[in-house]
């Protein structure tokens, strides 16, 4: 880890809240005469335990569903597949959501269909007979 004179570390507690870690870059290089990246004074601020107080936005709208919404996804996902649900959902809340954005719901609540990629007991194959395999001459 970089070493920080006592002044410069006073500096960066009391010049980082408010600010983004670009500013207090320039501020800090200006009046240190250093050259310092941005990252770096960022992780050491962290590092000190200084916030910056600014609001961290997502970079995209936080998706919010009902309660209602939600009561359905779990009373209609179990024995259904994740585009039987997807018509259903649409048509039952006039909504055009994807077949992956409901599923990726259903997984981020613990929401499980109950189906499996496994053969049941007795299952037997279809395209091959005993005594018929292709492929093979003798």
Do not use: W
């Amino acid at each position: 880890m970089r070493k920080y004179t006592d002044e410069q570390v006073e500096f960066i507690r009391e010049m980082y809240p408010g600010r983004s870690g670009a500013l207090l870059a320039a501020l800090f290089n200006e009046r240190f005469g250093t050259d310092v990246p941005a990252k770096t004074l960022i992780s050491y601020a962290y590092y000190c335990e200084v916030k910056n107080g600014r609001i961290q936005y997502r970079k995209g709208p936080a998706r919010k569903y009902t309660d209602e919404q939600l009561e359905f996804i779990h009373k209609m996902y179990p024995g259904r597949s994740g585009v039987e649900l997807t018509v259903l959902f649409n048509e039952r809340f006039g909504t055009d959501f994807t077949v992956r954005r409901l599923t990726s719901v259903a997984y981020n609540h613990g929401i499980k269909n109950g189906r499996t990629t496994r053969f049941s007991k007795g299952y037997e194959p279809t395209q091959f007979k005993p005594g018929r395999l292709r492929g093979i001459r003798g």
